[in-house]
Each structure stands twice: as C-alpha cells, then as structure tokens.
C-alpha cells in the first residue's frame, strides 16, 4: 500500500483509504460486484441487491404492461369481437388475394 501512495502521490492522486485495500479478490466489493469461487473452480459474479431492485423499478416504469388503456377499454373491445377483427381481415384477405390463388368469386 506505502508503494501505490507513493505512485498516486506523485500523479497528485488521493487514494481513498477506507475503500482501497491490497487482499484477495473473493469477499470484497469490486464497483459494486461481488466476486466468489464454485467447489469446481469457476469465478461468479453478484450485482448488489439495492441496484437490481432500483433497475427492475425503472424497467417497471418505461414498460407499461397495459398499452396505455384502462381495463374498461380492453374489457369494451370484448363486446365487439367481430366488428373489431374485420378491418383487420379485410386488409390481409382482400379480394385481389383470393383472385391470384385462383378462387371463384360469389355473386
């Protein structure tokens, strides 16, 4: 620690004490992670636990799950199935459609 001072020093870089120490990575927060070993070896992370519930919050709060329309309104266009789906089917299956896969048309 004396030698990184001594560096730091020299650059007019303060080394914040209470944060900074020379050990081993495993038990220690490394900006923000948690660092441990598996019985076989492998290295895993963890992200704290107050910055994933403040992400999830704001994913939460960009993302509304209703599409901007109340309950009353989606429960409305349940009444009106049919009516609502002809605009629909009526682009997708036009006339000119059912003309080029050769199907009779009705009088």
């Known amino acids: 620690m004396r030698l990184l001072r001594r560096c ?21 927060k490394f900006l923000g992670y948690a660092l ?5 070896g492998d290295v895993r992370r963890a992200a ?21 329309r109340s309950l009353a309104q989606v429960a409305a266009l349940n009444r009106r199935w049919w009516h609502n789906s002809r605009s629909a089917i009526h682009h997708v299956l036009t006339a000119a459609y ?8 009705l009088p």
């Open 98 to 105: 059912f003309d080029r896969l050769g199907m009779p048309r």
């Open 48 to 68: 704290p636990t107050k910055a994933l519930q403040a992400f999830k919050l704001r994913v939460r709060q960009l993302t509304q799950r209703s599409g901007g």
């Open 8 to 28: 730091y020093g020299q650059l007019r870089l303060v080394i914040n004490e209470a944060k900074s120490a020379i050990t081993r990575v495993f038990g220690r």
């Open 36 to 40: 441990w070993q598996t019985r076989g």
